[in-house]
């Protein structure tokens, strides 16, 4: 279905005249009319009976309209989504149910007039991320960064929030009944920490979290080893000078 003759048929409906329409969409009156004329063999029916004052929905077009009238708002969205200057704010997170995603959702629902798309680059280097804000594919994304030196020069880096780490354990062992733990009674103990992937971030946190503590973390594909100590405990916000945070 060709989505401008919905359009002009949606016009024309509401002026209740195709020179109107023909006039507001910036076509011809005749290109109004063949939009039209091909939308009704379409779809077999009628739309419109032509009367003295010009055009009248039948009862087809008027069961017709509400429907059009959705689909040229949701091209027109579909259309703003991607269009340069006039999208919603584009931020990229980790995954769709991380940490990042929930406060996201939390911010849309206390503002739900926001025009916000959330995005997953599926990339596990942040320093893709941080390249994609420069070149404006996104405008924000939430990623934990340990050295701002290595970000391009025009993306800076914000402290967004601070995401805590949930230790789990069998009901018999000796942690099973702490509340809270810091990391240097986790010394001696082999940690398992499922889907490390080379490279990440998430990587590089726990290689600063294992020297610094002096930690056995292991993963099903990879042995983690730090190079420095911690220099950060959060995900970070990650963002165009001119971009609002």
């Not at 406060?103 to 629902?109: Q, T």
Request: charged share 25%; proline share 8%; net charge neutral.
């Amino acid at each position: 279905m060709d989505t401008e003759a919905v359009r002009s048929f949606v016009r024309a409906a509401e002026l209740g005249q195709l020179q109107h329409a023909a006039d507001e969409l910036g076509v011809t009156q005749q290109a109004v009319s063949k939009r039209i004329a091909a939308l009704e063999r379409e779809l077999e029916v009628r739309l419109f009976t032509r009367t003295a004052r010009g055009v009248e929905l039948t009862l087809d077009g008027q069961a017709l309209l509400p429907h059009a009238r959705s689909v040229v708002a949701n091209v027109d969205r579909a259309v703003a989504a991607v269009r340069p200057g006039s999208r919603a704010l584009r931020i990229d997170v980790l995954g769709l149910r991380s940490a990042q995603a929930v406060v996201l959702h939390d911010y849309w629902r206390s503002r739900p007039g926001t025009d916000l798309d959330v995005v997953t680059l599926r990339v596990d280097d942040p320093h893709v991320a941080a390249a994609a804000v420069q070149a404006g594919e996104i405008d924000a994304s939430f990623r934990s960064v340990t050295d701002p030196a290595t970000l391009p020069p025009d993306v800076r880096m914000i402290h967004a929030f601070d995401s805590p780490l949930e230790l789990l354990v069998g009901p018999r062992h000796p942690l099973a009944a702490a509340r809270t733990l810091t990391p240097p009674r986790l010394r001696g103990l082999r940690i398992w920490v499922p889907g490390i992937a080379p490279g990440s971030e998430w990587a590089d946190f726990y290689d600063q979290l294992a020297e610094a503590f002096d930690l056995r973390i292991s993963s099903p594909k990879a042995s983690v080893t730090a190079r420095s100590p911690p220099a950060f405990w959060k995900p970070y916000f990650v963002g165009l000078p001119s971009s609002p945070v």
